[in-house]
């Protein structure tokens, strides 16, 4: 695996690695480092060997300090692989974007017949466009388009993250057949049921993720104002990493709202420690823009939540209301922070709403969860290493032998 996150966090990579070493499989990942220093270069993790390469130094503001870090990291990962893969050649090499140019990373391992897959988390050149708005976009949008169909291209496999980017990206840089959906469902192996441990009369609100505009926070933030009027021991906490600006931005909203005693910033959490912090709020919340990038951008949150006994309020985006709907999420209208509220006072009042969101999120994930879905990835890899499809990924691995590295 070859991935420019921090590989302890991220849900997705650490799930598509920890399976693979759990069939038998030799799994390397190439990954960066923590930002407190305090990680090794070199650390086994649950059977994984993960290297981690560079360390992210700080929150780019800028698309040139982020293309330079990713960029830096394209080339220490060429180097890794193509030192490594002479002492011993590797069967498969699994890239996660972003950049999607990070598959080239493979290129010596390619000529010597390893298989790629590119997994494509985000689609590169909608999320700039909402990142970094600017008078160019329509330049840069055009060049990061063609280096998506180019990396596509160079790739044996595309895995995208859900079938409404699918669709996208068959329309622009990829056949249908060389393409799959693999949706970022929760691991059941690390968000299994929790106990509740926490005691005391707070109502907790809870939102982990990244702190992106198109999360649209501050939307959150002002519902949580309005219903703090009714709550007064009510608490939002927010988890998860940002840049400065926004972070500045939102710490302003709170302290304009009168909210510094309530809404918590609380940092970046490791993956084992998130089924515990929801297990022990209320509420999950997603208020996601609906007219941004955060339209088609799955909400692994939302069965994060379901699969720990809470209810999730969420608002009304497409892709979400493509794979949930009212019986399991309670939707508001997207950007509007008076409907918000709304929808979060009634979970917080009405127990019958509350229990069937919670009954029918448990339902929706105990038969959408990874574990009905690992086997459709084995299959993949069994398939490139193989040259065969396997109906048994793991008797075809155990009879011969594939070594998964990479």
């Known amino acids: 695996m070859v991935t420019h996150s921090v590989y302890e966090s991220d849900n997705r990579v650490r799930r598509y690695a920890e399976t ?83 598959v080239l990373s493979a290129w010596y391992p390619k000529l010597r017949g390893a298989k790629l897959i590119l997994d494509i988390h985000d689609i590169v050149p909608e ?41 996208t ?3 622009r840089s990829v056949s249908k057949e060389k393409c ?25 609100v809870i939102f982990p993720g990244t702190l992106q505009w198109h999360q649209g926070l501050d939307v959150g933030i002002k519902a949580f104002a ?31 709202l009168g909210l510094n005693d309530c809404v918590r910033f609380l940092g970046l959490l490791r993956l084992e420690q998130v089924p515990q912090i929801i297990a022990d709020a209320d509420i999950g919340v997603v208020p996601k823009r609906a007219d941004s990038f955060g339209n088609e951008a799955y909400s692994t949150k939302i069965m994060e939540f379901m699969s720990q006994g809470i ?23 997207s950007g509007d922070d008076h409907d918000m509220a709304d929808a979060m006072l009634e979970v917080i009042n009405n127990f019958q709403v509350r229990n069937e969101l919670i009954r029918n999120g448990l339902t929706y994930v105990e038969c959408h969860g990874w574990g009905r879905q690992k086997d459709r990835y084995l299959d993949l890899v069994d398939s490139l290493t193989n040259n065969q499809q396997s109906s048994n990924p793991v008797a075809v691995a155990h009879a011969n032998g594939p070594i998964v590295r990479g």
Do not use: C
Not at 128 to 134: Q, R, V
Not at 227 to 248: D, L, S, T
Not at 311 to 333: H, M
């Open 20 to 102: 693979l070493v759990k069939r038998g499989d030799e799994v390397e990942v190439l990954a960066i480092a923590k930002r407190d220093g305090k990680t090794e270069p070199n650390e086994t993790l649950s059977g994984v060997t993960v290297h981690r390469l560079q360390q992210r130094m700080s929150n780019e503001q800028t698309k040139w300090s982020y293309a330079y870090q990713l960029m830096r990291f394209l080339v220490v990962s060429a180097m890794f692989l193509t030192r490594n893969g002479r002492q011993r050649p590797y069967d498969l090499i699994h890239v996660h974007n972003i950049p999607d140019f990070l």
């Open 127 to 167: 999320l700039f466009h909402n990142k970094f708005p600017s008078r160019l976009n329509r330049f840069y949008v055009f060049v990061l388009k063609l280096i998506e169909k180019l990396s596509a291209r160079f790739a044996d496999h595309v895995i995208i993250a859900n079938d409404l980017w699918k669709e």
């Open 169 to 171: 990206i068959i329309g």
């Open 180 to 204: 799959s959906v693999v949706l970022n469902h929760v691991d059941p192996a690390i968000f299994y049921r929790r106990t509740r441990t926490r005691n005391d009369d707070k109502l907790i």
């Open 226 to 256: 309005r219903v703090r009027e009714q709550f007064p021991n009510a608490e939002f906490h927010i988890y998860g990493p940002g840049g400065r600006a926004i972070q500045e931005e939102l710490r302003k909203l709170v302290e304009s």
């Open 311 to 333: 209810p999730v309020v969420a608002s009304r985006t497409k892709i979400d209301t493509f794979y949930f709907d009212d019986s399991n999420v309670r939707f508001f209208t």
